[in-house]
C-alpha cells in the first residue's frame, strides 16, 4: 500500500482485476461491501492510471483490535498500468481541504479513522530510513508522532499549508548551494508540494536548466536522462556535490548530497 499525501483517495485493487499484478481484494463474499451505482471512472496518477467504481466497505487497522471504520467510501480497481507487483493499492492522505467542493462522503483515511474514534487525533508521521543503515526500518505512525524517531525532536517546524488547498502546499522562495547562507539565491516566489507518493526533486521550467547546469559542474560525467524531463546523478558523483537547501516555507530544508 502506498500512504500518498499527493492523493485523496482509498484506492483498492480487486481479486478479479487481469491487469493487476498483486494481491487484490476479494469481495465477492464480504456482506459489508456495497457498489455506488453509476459510479465507474477513472482515478490517474504521476506514473499510474486506474479504472473501476465506488464503493463503501468496513475498513481496518489490522494491527489494533476493533479499529475499524463501517460504510467508507473508497475506489475498487478493475483495471491498472503502471502499479507494480508489491503495491495493491493506494492510501490517500492529502489535507482533507477542497475549497467549492463537496467532499463530505470521501475524507482521507486517517480523518475518517480520527472522527470515528479509531484515532486520537488526525495525524500522520513517516519516519525515513537511512538506506546506509541496513538495521533502520522506514515507518508509519498514524494518530501522532513519535519522538523517538526524530534525529532531534527541537528541530521540529511547522509549516503552514495554504488554507483551503487539496496539497500539502507552502512557498518556494530561496536556494543555496552549500552551508554558506551568503551564496543563496532568492526565487520567484513558486508554490511547492510535499508528496509522499513520488521521491523525485521537482522544480519549475525557469530554474530546470539552471539546476543542471550547476550539477554538471560539479560532477565528472554529469547527469543522465532517464526520460523526457527527468534526470538522475550516478550515486558515484554524489561526493562531489554539495547538499541543495531549499526555502520552504520560510524555513531553509537540506536535501543532503
Not at 7 to 32: I, M, P, Q, R
Not at 155 to 182: C, H, K, Q
Request: hydrophobic share 35%; net charge negative.
Amino acid at each position: 500500500m502506498i500512504w500518498d499525501s499527493g492523493s485523496e483517495w482509498l484506492v483498492v485493487e480487486s481479486h478479479f482485476c487481469n491487469t493487476c499484478a498483486g494481491y487484490g481484494y476479494d469481495y465477492s463474499s464480504a456482506d459489508t461491501f456495497t457498489i455506488k451505482p453509476n459510479s465507474e471512472g477513472e482515478r490517474n496518477y504521476g506514473s499510474a492510471s486506474t479504472e473501476g467504481f465506488e464503493a463503501y466497505e468496513t475498513v481496518c487497522i489490522k494491527k489494533l483490535d476493533s479499529a475499524c471504520i463501517e460504510e467508507y467510501h473508497m475506489f475498487v480497481v478493475t483495471a491498472q498500468e503502471g502499479l507494480p507487483s508489491a503495491i495493491d493499492g493506494i492510501a490517500g492522505l492529502s489535507t482533507g481541504q477542497f475549497d467549492g467542493v463537496d467532499h463530505s462522503e470521501s475524507k482521507t483515511i486517517v480523518e475518517a479513522w480520527a472522527n470515528a474514534g479509531v484515532l486520537s487525533n488526525p495525524q500522520f508521521a513517516f519516519a525515513l530510513n537511512d538506506f546506509k543503515e541496513e538495521t533502520l526500518v522506514s515507518s508509519l505512525d498514524l494518530g501522532f508522532f513519535d519522538e523517538a524517531k526524530m534525529s532531534n525532536p527541537d528541530d521540529l517546524v511547522l509549516f503552514t499549508s495554504i488554507p483551503g488547498d487539496y496539497w500539502w502546499t507552502t512557498t518556494v522562495e530561496g536556494v543555496r548551494f552549500g552551508d554558506n547562507t551568503a551564496d543563496a539565491y532568492s526565487v520567484t516566489r513558486q508554490l511547492g508540494i510535499t508528496d509522499s507518493g513520488s521521491s523525485c526533486l521537482v522544480v519549475p521550467p525557469d530554474y530546470y536548466s539552471w539546476l543542471l547546469d550547476y550539477i554538471e559542474d560539479y560532477t565528472v560525467s554529469g547527469f543522465t536522462e532517464r526520460d523526457e524531463g527527468s534526470y538522475y546523478v550516478d550515486c558515484g558523483e554524489k561526493i562531489k556535490l554539495s547538499s541543495i537547501w531549499i526555502l520552504y516555507g520560510g524555513h531553509w530544508l537540506e536535501v543532503r548530497q
